[in-house]
């Protein structure tokens, strides 16, 4: 799995970095056809930062989450949940499908 980080008026130190590796490396045991991450974090004012996160899933749609915060930190936290939210609903949605509920 790739991970890409860009940043919008705002420089990516290194212990960004390896928190965010830190953060979305957990994702692919959720769902394990992840073929990218791409992370843009954006600092709106000088109390607000926003992180979007889009995973590139093979086969499927994109997954897009945004988290807002003042710690550039805790977004990552926040988006890691909201993106495991959705790799787990996707798995659940296949795994389902394949074995439709007797009547």
Known sequence: MDLILTGRHF???DTIRTHAEEKMGKLPRYYDRL???ELVIEKIDDHTYQVEGICHVDGQDHMVATAND???YHC?????KKLERQLTDLKEK???RKHPASS
């Not at 990552?76 to 890691?80: C, D, M, R, V």
Request: proline letters at 0%; aromatic letters at 6%.
């Open 11 to 13: 420089d990516i130190t």
């Open 35 to 37: 073929a990218k991450i």
């Open 94 to 96: 296949l795994r389902n």
């Open 70 to 72: 003042a710690d550039v």
């Open 76 to 80: 990552f936290e926040l988006l890691a």
